[in-house]
């Protein structure tokens, strides 16, 4: 049975159960609810929990493992000789996994008889133009031993099917009996189903744990096998970038892109700072609730546009501006419309609402007698706010700067249109730079062969990202935490 | 602060005895720093509101061209000799002539036009003839004349696609300057489209299938459209919406309403502010490596797209929705309780409607994300495919290689012709016109629902 | 030092500070103050007392415009300041408050050093030429705050890492550290516990010899034991102003006779 229709048999199962269980119950009382102890529908909904919740459990654990198992005992077949690396057996697998689902494709279709699988070999039979009638196009004749591990692959993969179906509907029927004998007047039927209803939020609420450990897990197993390729020291302390190399001798060190990112992240804080830290302080200090009505939501609209507007914003308008008035016609600064100055400053415009609405929140946070205690002396607005308000708030506006820096670090989209390709240790801000997000993407998206260090460095770079980023955000919200706790 | 009079040390003044009626020196100092110092904040929000008026500006002025289209209106004489020769009406032949055999019926069309127009024909080869119309335009009659085989032998007229080269003269994107070094048209096509224009030939209108149409080849320009990816898009946010929200929900559902204090609910507190705050572009390497590599699903399908930008909107989801419940005041639950209510009936019978709205809000600003970010998308391959087809169905619509609006446009701003930078930015424009929408159902559905407590 | 203050404590106690004329002031559409008069000597401690909302500290506030910082708050009348009315349009607000200091209800120490808390007021006026001056103030006005001994050891410490009397007496320290003419107290011991309390009663009675006092409080018992001078307050009117000792014993109206033998309040 497939997965799908065991799903299909196992839901129908839990529907059945509901009405059975609820049956069960109220006969128990003669129909006399109010002796139950919870209302008549927790009992079917018991009766279709435990029908239903264990066995979609294994099943679907079933489904992620089973492919994985039968991959390891078939690639086993494949001799070591035909492959040279890692990427090479997962392409032979990746074939064999086709043949096989073109067998049955074709079994299905009556293009080949089931008896004649037995015989089947690449010498009586031409299997790519078998499987081509079928729709299943192969890139290449296929060879013995992927047919071999092919015919393995379908029969592993029929016998764990059959597995599956007997372990997976005994479980549903031994959950819909064990619930539906227990069933009973007296059992706690709402505490249950409540608790397997919390059982699900608990699953839900972990799945953030999830996401970050596939995330972890993403990035350390492609990153080993990156290592494992190319010499970590090369990566961390090269200063040259240059993927392209020939006959092996290429270049990843990370050092250029570090300086990239960093040299555009800084130029984005020196936009967004200051700009977003005035109007903060403006908005809350000085703006009469009018202004502050009208200015605040169209800043923030700053912060609703998506990146890649901001992206082409780069490339097609403040490039040329720049270009205009710093390149070759000017002062001959800058060659291209793509430079660190060009993607810093649009950044830098993207986190204005970023920095100012942080700032905002925490500003205001500010207790309103620190300023009183300042006017009650005689002080201006501007000394309050610079001497008593802004030191009072330091330390929650240095944790939005940071969130602000691991923003403008992580951004990907206007570094890509705005930044350039070219790796380059420079400290011109009208050269074009590369960062490493925009190489995450370049590599990811190229050509290059997913098993070849030119694409999995990408998972290095991306391992990069994710620490400095983490420990920039995890650094600023322990800041935050501290500086609302000073006033709470 | 460039301003340190306060921290400098000023002469002393002589305090004790002034008129509170006239400012001293030191006062006069100190107000012109708070003047100062009021105006940098004023020129802070007016370099912002300044950025966001010339963003617009350049979006409209950049884009609305893209909603235009210039077309030749010609009629077109379907020969029966070059159409169908056997005269048998037989569909299967019919088809069987290629775009090629249609040129020369445009050929003669356009000559047509040119002589009904008194205007002179420089060119001898109807090659060039035809440099004025998009490349497109003979599958254009040709799909005409599958659906309408009964029609062979007429004169038809057609509106046809000009070239993009044409579109960029009317639209002030081309000059005869530009041209100097193209291979693609000549000065002298241009005088011929200004005789055009005038006898009517050449028109610009209202461009419908740049919003319903598909992505065309790097060529053809003119002919791309952001119909097929918006429906990628679609799909994309079905899942989302299907998949993020009832997660969202129960996930904030008990960390603030069952949780105990304990180091599990401090992990998944600590992992979904930080989740919150991972570059996008992680996601993606996150769905590249685990729904395409790990779990073989297909590449470019909107739904790996829609599962990736699940997990990067879950975290804005339950901050929000964490947020609406606390706003339910205790009294509530304790009046549920305190009627005999479990925990569990408190919380779906009271508490959670009445922090519907809020969720919703929430929930639809999270969507407004994930429908304009474009990096994660990238990595699992929803750029450089071109979407020529719509989906046929629901299956197909999920898992048919796709585009999204946002990685449309980042396809098109990264193709060489500028024509397709006009695509872009009229991209945006309706990107954004979706944005609007979203945020303001989002502010409305506050306003109607939000309720002091 | 003590020698200067037995002379000075000799000088006129008749000198009238402040006068109010006429005062009133409507919050958006509710009339907080209505038509009140008062003479406020230099050299005294006036307490001003009432029950909650009647209005005594919204007074207060008017004397040094802390009440410009809310926007629907409306004062009309003259406050005259030895003869100024510093409700003229020429008068700066920041200038006056040099002049007449405030301590507020709760402590409010900014979150920096006790040497920084003291010396913001003289800095922001340039009452100092040079850091050794600088330092002479803040030993004198920790002195005169009474809280010396307390924290000499520890200046550079934060203020806010004090107790709550120290904290209020800092602030005290503080407001006197910009040599004002009057000081406005807010209610300054609520928030203090009975020992702090009189610590900083005694204080007050101290700064009588230098300065005008007004103490806005909620204790008899205090406007009895600090003050010369008492305004009694209700619904916004001034109800009776005359000798401290006269309000307590004999008062005239009906009203503040109730008020202070507990029958309103």
């Given amino acids: 049975m497939s997965a799908s229709f065991l799903l299909l048999t196992i839901l129908t199962l839990a529907a059945l159960g509901f009405v059975i269980g609820r049956g069960r119950a109220l006969r128990s009382v003669q129909g006399d609810r109010r002796r139950l102890h919870s209302l008549p529908n927790y009992y079917g909904f018991n009766v279709s929990m435990l029908a239903f919740v264990p066995a979609v459990l294994v099943l679907v654990l079933w489904v992620v493992i089973q492919p994985l198992m039968v991959n390891g005992a078939v690639s086993a077949m494949i001799p070591a000789g035909s492959y040279d690396d890692a990427g090479g057996l997962n392409l032979i697998m990746s074939d064999v996994g086709r043949v096989a689902n073109g067998l049955d494709a074709a079994i299905a279709q009556g293009a080949l008889e089931h008896a004649a699988l037995k015989t089947l070999s690449t010498s009586n039979t031409d299997i790519r133009a078998l499987l081509g009638t079928v729709g299943v196009a192969l890139g290449s004749d296929v060879s013995e031993d992927v047919l071999s591990a092919a015919l393995k692959f379908r029969e592993k993969t029929l016998t764990g099917n059959w597995i599956m179906t007997v372990v997976v509907l005994v479980i549903a029927g031994a959950g819909f009996l064990a619930a539906f004998f227990k069933t009973h007047a007296d059992l706690r039927a709402r505490n249950l189903v409540e608790r397997g209803v919390q059982m699900v939020l608990i699953g839900a609420a972990s799945i953030a744990i999830l996401t970050t450990l596939g995330i972890v897990l993403s990035l350390i197993f492609n990153t080993v096998s990156f290592f494992g390729m190319f010499p970590m020291g090369d990566f961390l302390f090269g200063l040259t970038w240059s993927p392209e190399g020939r006959g092996g001798s290429e270049h990843l060190g990370i050092l250029p892109l570090l300086w990239g990112t960093i040299y555009i992240s800084i130029v984005a804080l020196a936009v967004a700072v200051p700009v977003g830290l005035f109007a903060a302080v403006y908005l809350s200090e000085y703006a009469g609730a009018k202004t502050r009505a009208v200015a605040k939501p169209l800043l923030e609209v700053l912060a609703g546009i998506p990146t890649i507007v901001y992206g082409l914003f780069a490339l097609t308008i403040v490039g040329p501006m720049l270009v205009d008035v710093f390149g070759a016609e000017g002062l001959n600064w800058m060659q291209g419309a793509r430079s660190v100055m060009t993607a810093g400053l649009v950044m830098g415009i993207m986190l204005i609402p970023f920095v100012s609405s942080l700032s905002d929140d925490i500003i205001n946070a500010v207790p309103q007698a620190m300023r009183d205690g300042s006017y009650g002396l005689g002080a201006t607005q501007s000394e309050t706010v610079r001497q008593v308000v802004l030191p009072a708030a330091l330390p929650g506006i240095v944790g939005a700067i940071l969130l602000a820096a691991s923003r403008a670090i992580g951004e990907t989209m206007i570094v890509v249109m705005g930044a350039g390709a070219a790796a380059r240790l420079s400290m011109n801000p009208f050269e074009a730079m590369t960062t490493v997000t925009a190489k995450i993407v370049s590599q990811l998206t190229g050509d290059a062969d997913f098993a070849s260090p030119e694409a999995l460095v990408a998972f290095a770079l991306g391992m990069t990202l994710f620490i400095l980023t983490l420990g920039l955000n995890v650094l600023a919200l322990l800041i935050v935490r501290k500086y609302r706790e000073q006033y709470e | 602060m460039t301003d340190m009079t306060a921290n400098g040390v000023p002469e002393a003044t002589p305090h004790a005895k002034s008129s509170l009626l006239t400012q001293d020196a030191h006062t006069k100092q100190r107000n012109a720093a708070e003047k100062r110092f009021r105006i940098y904040g004023i020129t802070a929000i007016a370099i912002g509101l300044v950025f966001l008026v010339l963003l617009i500006s350049s979006i409209l002025f950049k884009g609305v061209g893209a909603f235009q289209q210039t077309k030749l209106t010609l009629q077109v004489e379907l020969l029966e000799a070059k159409l169908d020769k056997s005269g048998t009406r037989d569909i299967e032949k019919i088809k069987k002539v290629t775009t090629f055999g249609y040129n020369p019926l445009i050929d003669t069309a356009i000559k047509r036009a040119l002589e009904e127009g008194g205007i002179e024909n420089p060119f001898s080869k109807g090659k060039d003839l035809r440099k004025l119309l998009s490349s497109g335009a003979a599958a254009q009659i040709r799909e005409f004349v599958v659906a309408n085989p009964d029609r062979i032998g007429d004169t038809v007229e057609f509106k046809l696609l000009a070239s993009s080269r044409v579109d960029g003269y009317l639209k002030g994107r081309v000059s005869r300057e530009s041209l100097a070094r193209d291979k693609n048209l000549t000065p002298v096509h241009l005088d011929m489209?200004?005789?055009?224009?005038?006898?009517?030939?050449?028109?610009?209108?209202?461009?419908?299938?740049?919003?319903?149409?598909?992505?065309?080849?790097?060529?053809?320009?003119?002919?791309?459209?952001?119909?097929?990816?918006?429906?990628?898009?679609?799909?994309?946010?079905?899942?989302?919406?299907?998949?993020?929200?009832?997660?969202?929900?129960?996930?904030?559902?008990?960390?603030?309403?069952?949780?105990?204090?304990?180091?599990?609910?401090?992990?998944?507190?600590?992992?979904?502010?930080?989740?919150?705050?991972?570059?996008?572009?992680?996601?993606?390497?996150?769905?590249?490596?685990?729904?395409?590599?790990?779990?073989?699903?297909?590449?470019?399908?909107?739904?790996?797209?829609?599962?990736?930008?699940?997990?990067?909107?879950?975290?804005?989801?339950?901050?929000?929705?964490?947020?609406?419940?606390?706003?339910?005041?205790?009294?509530?639950?304790?009046?549920?309780?305190?009627?005999?209510?479990?925990?569990?009936?408190?919380?779906?019978?009271?508490?959670?409607?009445?922090?519907?709205?809020?969720?919703?809000?929430?929930?639809?600003?999270?969507?407004?994300?994930?429908?304009?970010?474009?990096?994660?998308?990238?990595?699992?391959?929803?750029?450089?495919?071109?979407?020529?087809?719509?989906?046929?169905?629901?299956?197909?619509?999920?898992?048919s290689p796709n585009s999204a609006m946002p990685a449309q446009i980042y396809e098109w701003a990264k193709r060489a012709d500028p024509a397709y930078y006009e695509r872009a930015w009229g991209g945006i424009i309706i990107l954004l016109l979706f944005l609007m929408t979203m945020n303001i159902i989002a502010i409305l559905l506050r306003r109607r629902f939000e309720r002091r407590w | 030092m003590n020698d200067m203050t037995k002379i000075e404590r000799t000088v006129d106690m008749q000198t009238n500070k402040i006068s109010a004329k006429n005062v009133q002031v409507h919050y958006g559409d509710t009339h907080a103050i209505k038509d009140v008069n008062v003479e406020i000597q230099d050299k005294t401690v006036t307490s001003f007392i009432g029950p909650s909302g009647c209005g005594k500290s919204t007074f207060l506030r008017c004397l040094n415009r802390m009440n410009d910082t809310i926007d629907i708050c409306r004062v009309q009348g003259d406050i005259l300041l030895d003869g100024e009315d510093i409700y003229d349009k020429r008068v700066d607000p920041v200038q006056l408050r040099a002049?007449?200091?405030?301590?507020?209800?709760?402590?409010n120490p900014f979150p920096k050093s006790i040497y920084d808390n003291i010396a913001y007021g003289p800095r922001i006026h340039g009452l100092a030429r040079n850091k050794a001056e600088l330092d002479e103030i803040v030993e004198k006005s920790l002195r005169r705050g009474a809280i010396w001994d307390e924290v000499k050891d520890r200046l550079h410490a934060p203020g806010t890492g004090l107790s709550g009397g120290q904290q209020q007496r800092l602030c005290i320290a503080r407001a006197v550290a910009t040599e004002p003419e009057v000081l406005l107290m807010d209610e300054p011991c609520s928030a203090l516990d009975p020992i702090a309390t009189a610590q900083v009663e005694e204080l007050i009675d101290e700064l009588r010899e230098k300065f005008a006092v007004v103490i806005v409080t909620h204790s008899m018992q205090q406007a009895a034991r600090v003050s010369q001078k008492t305004a009694f307050f209700h619904m916004g009117n001034l109800v009776e102003y005359d000798d401290t000792t006269k309000i307590f014993t004999n008062p005239e109206d009906s009203r503040t006779e109730a008020y202070i033998t507990g029958r309103i309040g």
């Fill in chain 2, 193 to 399: 489209v200004d005789q055009m224009r005038e006898t009517g030939v050449v028109n610009k209108g209202f461009n419908l299938s740049f919003i319903t149409g598909a992505d065309a080849s790097e060529s053809r320009p003119e002919q791309a459209g952001i119909g097929v990816s918006m429906l990628g898009s679609f799909y994309m946010m079905l899942v989302v919406l299907t998949a993020a929200l009832p997660i969202g929900v129960a996930a904030s559902i008990y960390l603030e309403e069952f949780a105990k204090q304990n180091w599990f609910t401090d992990l998944i507190e600590v992992n979904i502010s930080n989740l919150a705050a991972v570059p996008s572009i992680v996601f993606g390497i996150l769905g590249l490596a685990v729904f395409i590599q790990f779990a073989h699903l297909p590449q470019s399908a909107p739904l790996v797209g829609g599962l990736v930008l699940t997990l990067m909107t879950l975290p804005t989801i339950i901050i929000s929705t964490r947020a609406s419940l606390k706003a339910v005041p205790p009294s509530i639950r304790e009046a549920a309780l305190g009627v005999g209510a479990s925990k569990m009936q408190t919380v779906f019978h009271h508490v959670l409607p009445l922090a519907m709205p809020g969720i919703l809000t929430g929930t639809i600003i999270g969507l407004a994300q994930a429908l304009g970010e474009t990096a994660p998308l990238l990595l699992i391959g929803m750029v450089g495919y071109i979407a020529s087809n719509p989906p046929e169905g629901l299956i197909d619509g999920f898992l």
């Fill in chain 3, 99 to 107: 002049k007449v200091g405030m301590v507020f209800q709760k402590p």
